[in-house]
C-alpha cells in the first residue's frame, strides 16, 4: 500500500525566498506523480505532473524533480511571494486503478 | 474549457439525517473520482468511476455511502444516514484518461457539517 509523507507540515519563509518542499512516497513503482495547491476552502489546483520516465518538469517559477529510486520528489518555488501562501500537495498514484494517495500537505506562509 | 462543478457548496444537517452531492466533470474526461478530505490531511478517495462503470470503491463505507455516475457523465454521492465523522470536505475530480493515472483536475469541494 502506498504511503505519501510531507515534511514540513508547515513553513514560513520571507519574500523572495526561494524555497524547497519534500515529499516520500513507499512505492516506488509509480506511474506519475503530481503536485497539487490549495487555497483555504478551495479545492485542489494542480500545478505539476511528472511521468516516471522523467526527472523534473517545470512551470514558471516552479521546478519538481522526481527520483524514484530514493522515493522523493521536491518541489522548488524561486523567488518566492504572498500570493504563494498556501497548502501543497503531492500524490502518487498506486494500485491496479491507479488511484491517487496524498500526503497530508505543507502549508506555507510567504510574508510580505 | 469549463472545470469541474460541483453543488452545493456547503451544507449542515443532523446526525442521522441524509445528504447528497452532485458533481458535473470536465466534458469528455472519461474517469470520475470522489475524495473525502477531513481538515488537516490530505484527500482520500472514496469512489472511481470509469464511464458509469465503478473501478474502485474499496474505501467507500457502502453501508451509508452511495454513489453513482449517470450516463457516464455527471455523479452524485449521497450520505444516509450521516454521522458526525462524516464533517469533511468532498471533492470531485476528472481525468480524461480512462483506467487512471491521468492528470486530476478538482472541483471547488462541499464542505459538509454534520451536528
Known amino acids: 500500500k502506498q504511503e505519501v509523507t510531507q515534511i514540513p507540515a508547515a513553513l514560513s519563509v520571507p519574500e523572495g525566498e526561494n524555497l524547497v518542499l519534500n515529499c516520500s512516497f513507499t512505492d516506488s513503482a509509480i506511474y506519475n506523480l503530481q503536485w497539487f495547491r490549495q487555497d483555504p476552502g478551495k479545492g485542489l489546483t494542480s500545478l505539476l505532473l511528472i511521468q516516471s520516465s522523467q526527472r523534473e518538469q517545470t512551470s514558471g517559477r516552479l521546478n519538481a524533480s522526481l527520483d524514484k529510486s530514493s522515493g522523493r520528489s521536491t518541489l522548488y518555488i524561486a523567488a518566492s511571494q504572498p500570493g504563494d501562501s498556501a497548502t501543497y500537495l503531492c500524490?502518487?498514484?498506486?494500485?491496479?486503478?491507479?488511484?491517487?494517495?496524498f500526503g497530508s500537505g505543507t502549508q506555507l506562509t510567504v510574508l510580505p | 474549457e469549463a472545470g469541474v462543478a460541483q453543488s452545493p457548496r456547503y451544507k449542515i444537517i443532523e446526525k442521522r439525517q441524509s445528504v447528497a452531492f452532485w458533481c458535473n466533470p470536465i466534458?469528455?474526461?472519461?474517469?470520475l473520482y470522489w475524495y473525502q478530505q477531513i481538515l488537516g490531511q490530505g484527500p482520500k478517495l472514496l469512489i472511481q468511476?470509469?464511464?458509469?462503470?465503478?473501478?474502485?470503491d474499496s474505501q467507500l463505507p457502502k453501508d451509508r455511502f452511495s454513489a453513482e455516475r449517470l450516463k457516464g457523465v455527471d455523479s452524485t454521492l449521497k450520505i444516509q444516514p450521516a454521522k458526525l465523522e462524516d464533517s469533511a470536505v468532498y471533492l470531485c475530480?476528472?481525468?480524461?484518461?480512462?483506467?487512471?493515472?491521468?492528470?486530476?483536475?478538482f472541483g471547488p469541494g462541499t464542505r459538509l457539517t454534520v451536528l
Open positions: 475530480a476528472s481525468s480524461r484518461i480512462a483506467g487512471g493515472g491521468g492528470e486530476q483536475f
Open positions: 500524490a502518487a498514484p498506486s494500485g491496479s486503478a491507479r488511484q491517487l494517495t
Open positions: 466534458s469528455g474526461h472519461a474517469t
Open positions: 468511476f470509469q464511464n458509469n462503470g465503478v473501478v474502485d
